[in-house]
């Protein structure tokens, strides 16, 4: 409970300020890619082709920088959440093709779900960024190839689970590896802003920690399996929407029931 109390503290105080400059930031990149579009759009008639390259490349860099603002913006929250009730099973069918283009040949791509998978509350959106950070995480600890499982079912707590998840129903949801694995110290840090073992330029080290604000703002939990040269599971446990509250999935004519 401390460590999570600790880690709480830490999230709030890196998203506070990363949050305001990542605000500022997409706000002034937002002036500079509608500035480089417009003058490129001039171009479209001829002009300087070395002229219009550089101009490109300026775009991409900003565009690069803007990709990036938006994760900080994700991570410290400043994006709101849109919880709607969703099913699971279509949301992971409906990646399949985002992640067949995200992931390598050399990895093997399995997605499983249970039969009468329990619905969830969450934002689907930001559901699906999730399982595709720790597909893409999967995918970089794969250099060599190998299986990426994601997996959704319902559990049954009968006693406290991971991450300190009170008893009760859950539909988990686990990302699976067979790469390199994590050492304990490593473990210990994943969820830490900015903390990263990829190269300059690869890795932001704020994958985890968007992945565990939305596990937080979503009530749910999340645990970590991982062997070294073995490979890694991030199990997401979500809360099973039940009819309590108002827009229950299962009265007939309720209001703003969206399943998927
Ligand atoms: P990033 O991917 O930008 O480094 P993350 O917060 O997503 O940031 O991950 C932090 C670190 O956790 C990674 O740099 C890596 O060391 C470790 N990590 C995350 N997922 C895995 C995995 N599936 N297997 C091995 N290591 C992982």
Known sequence: AEEALRQAQKMEAVGQLTGGIAHDFNNLLTIIIGNIDTVLRRFDSG??????????NALKGAERAASLTQRLLAFSRRQPLDPKTVDVDRLLA???????????????????A???????????????NVILNLAVNARDAMPGG????????NVELAEEG????????????????????????????????F??????????????SMVYGFAKQSGGYIAIDSEEREGTTFTLYLGRKT???????ESPGAQGAVAG
């Open 47 to 56: 002009g300087d082709p070395r002229a219009r390259r550089s101009l490109e």
């Open 94 to 112: 409906g990646m399949s093709d985002l992640l067949t283009r995200s992931i390598t040949e050399s990895i093997a791509i399995q997605i499983v």
């Open 114 to 128: 249970d039969d009468d998978l329990w619905p969830v509350e969450a934002d689907p959106h930001q559901l699906e």
């Open 146 to 153: 190998g299986t990426l499982t994601i997996a959704a079912r």
């Open 162 to 193: 991971p991450d300190g998840a009170p008893p009760g129903q859950y539909i988990a949801i686990s990302v699976t590896d067979t790469g390199i694995g994590m050492s304990a110290d490593t473990v210990a840090r994943v969820f830490d802003p």
């Open 195 to 208: 903390f990263t073992t990829k190269e300059v330029g690869k890795g932001t080290g704020l994958g985890l």
């Open 243 to 249: 009819d309590r509250g108002g827009d229950s999935f």
